[in-house]
């Protein structure tokens, strides 16, 4: 009777071992099946930032080459300033020049008008030589000296 007893005990422990040896089974087929769900998601969120990323990163350097691009033509820009402040300068510089060429044409004028005598010729009076331009012989006879006005 105490082998019997003996007997029942370790079988009912056996069962006992045995049922938490299958729930402890089932808890691992479970954790392995959430595992590789998990591992399907990180795949994806893995594959989903590599896309992103590569959009990202060909966007980036898209908006570098833009970038690239204007400042090029930024640079373009400022030289076509730059030689549109020259060519304004010069010709401030010529206008200024004419309008000193016109001032001394208009007083040479005003001094020749004073010389002339009714029915002569402009010419200067006895004894003085009539000035003309400085380096550039003396003008055509003829010439109209308002052409410059």
Known sequence: EEVEEAAAKSAKQL???????????????????????LAAQLSEAQAALAANEGRVGAAARQAERDLEEARAALLEREKEVELLKEM?????????????????????????????????????????????????GAAPAGSNMMQVL
């Open 15 to 37: 069962k006992q071992r045995t049922a938490k040896l299958r729930a402890a089974r089932d808890d691992l087929d479970a954790a392995q099946e959430e595992i590789a769900a």
């Open 88 to 136: 304004v300068r010069a010709a401030r510089s010529d206008a200024k020049t004419k309008e000193m060429q016109n001032q001394q044409l208009r007083r040479k004028l005003r001094t020749n008008a004073g010389t002339v005598t009714p029915g002569g010729t402009g010419a200067s009076p006895p004894g003085k030589a009539a000035p003309g331009p400085r380096g550039k």
